[in-house]
């Protein structure tokens, strides 16, 4: 019976992946097979925690973020949750070793969200980390299997890629960051009056980050390359929309990429990965 509800649990969070995002999705299923669930089962997880600071409106959001979080490190010592979200979670973070200082550091994020803060470049930096570039190293750990050379080699190239993926999605979440939840991620930014020149400064940080990650995802075992590089062509496709338009146009439209553009990435990326050019 633990098996059926193993696969009920991962199949949880393979569904709430497949109804939240459809390019992620994607990108999982460029992956090796036998990384699929434990994708899933990391995305399930922070795809959560973060809906219950974003959405639960209606509840004491502390209260539940504190609950998930507690019975999160429960069911890792213990094996098993019956919150199956957190059951598929333990037994990939189990499995893999990921340490549960990302964790924590991710729920510290999270708890952030709950409060508006002015921020500032170290707590800035800090969301950053806790938010996204933990969600890379959790991964990393997951396809470089227990190889650590390898993953402290790639560690830094990992956060660079999870800081990017972020740092994009608040240019591109930016109005409703600020008009449904009274965040402000950017340090020194006034929504209000946001400017070409401070928007400008944002995309050349988000460059280097992605300079940097693209050199270790050429690293990457074979195994896991062709997935995450998909991933990250479609948040530079993303970000290259973001970054044709105004100042003005961030304040007042949530940038996306259309199916058909979404579908010749896809193709494009295999076709590459078949040819061995990544």
Same mark, same amino acid.
């Given at each position: 019976?633990?098996?059926?509800?193993? $696969?009920?649990?991962?199949?949880?969070?393979?569904?709430?992946?497949?109804?939240?995002?459809?390019?992620?999705?994607?990108?999982?299923?460029? %992956? =090796?097979?036998?990384?699929?669930?434990?994708?899933?089962?990391?995305? *399930? %997880?922070?795809?959560?925690?973060?809906?219950?600071?974003?959405?639960?409106?209606?509840?004491?959001?502390?209260?539940?973020?504190? =609950?998930?979080?507690?019975?999160? /490190?429960?069911?890792?010592?213990?094996?098993?949750?019956?919150? &199956?979200?957190?059951? @598929?979670? $333990?037994?990939?973070?189990?499995?893999?070793?990921? =340490?549960?200082?990302?964790?924590?550091?991710?729920?510290?994020?999270?708890?952030?969200? %709950?409060? $508006?803060?002015?921020?500032?470049?170290?707590?800035?930096?800090?969301?950053?980390?806790?938010?996204?570039?933990?969600?890379?190293?959790?991964?990393?750990?997951?396809?470089?299997?227990?190889?650590?050379?390898?993953? $402290?080699?790639?560690?830094?190239?990992?956060?660079?890629?999870?800081?990017?993926?972020?740092?994009?999605?608040?240019?591109?979440?930016? #109005?409703? =960051?600020?008009?449904?939840? *009274?965040?402000?991620?950017? &340090?020194?930014?006034?929504?209000?009056?946001?400017?070409?020149?401070?928007?400008?400064?944002?995309? #050349?940080?988000?460059?280097?980050? /992605?300079? #940097? @990650?693209?050199?270790?995802?050429?690293?990457? &075992?074979?195994?896991?390359?062709?997935?995450?590089? %998909?991933?990250?062509?479609?948040?530079?496709?993303?970000?290259?929309?973001?970054?044709?338009? &105004?100042?003005?146009?961030?304040?007042?439209?949530?940038?996306?990429?259309?199916?058909?553009?979404?579908?010749?990435?896809?193709?494009?990326?295999? /076709?590459?990965? /078949?040819?061995?050019?990544?």
């Amino acid at each position: 019976m633990i098996n059926l509800y193993k $696969q009920f649990a991962e199949a949880t969070s393979r569904k709430i992946t497949h109804l939240y995002s459809t390019s992620f999705t994607l990108g999982i299923k460029m %992956l =090796d097979s036998k990384f699929h669930s434990h994708i899933y089962n990391v995305y *399930g %997880l922070v795809r959560l925690a973060d809906e219950i600071v974003d959405t639960f409106h209606e509840q004491d959001k502390k209260v539940l973020l504190e =609950d998930f979080e507690r019975e999160t /490190f429960m069911a890792l010592e213990r094996g098993l949750s019956t919150n &199956p979200i957190i059951h @598929a979670y $333990q037994l990939t973070a189990n499995k893999y070793k990921i =340490d549960a200082a990302l964790l924590r550091a991710f729920f510290k994020s999270m708890k952030m969200d %709950l409060y $508006q803060i002015d921020y500032n470049t170290d707590n800035y930096n800090e969301y950053i980390y806790g938010s996204a570039e933990v969600v890379g190293l959790m991964c990393l750990r997951i396809f470089t299997e227990g190889d650590e050379k390898k993953y $402290q080699e790639l560690k830094e190239g990992a956060k660079a890629l999870g800081a990017a993926f972020q740092k994009v999605n608040f240019l591109r979440d930016m #109005q409703s =960051d600020f008009e449904e939840r *009274g965040r402000t991620y950017f &340090p020194g930014v006034d929504f209000i009056n946001f400017t070409k020149e401070q928007k400008v400064l944002i995309e #050349q940080d988000i460059h280097r980050d /992605f300079e #940097q @990650a693209r050199q270790a995802i050429l690293a990457l &075992p074979e195994s896991s390359r062709t997935g995450v590089y %998909l991933a990250y062509k479609y948040y530079l496709k993303l970000f290259a929309k973001i970054q044709k338009a &105004p100042a003005s146009a961030i304040l007042k439209t949530r940038f996306r990429v259309p199916d058909s553009e979404k579908l010749y990435v896809l193709a494009s990326t295999y /076709f590459r990965s /078949f040819a061995g050019w990544i």
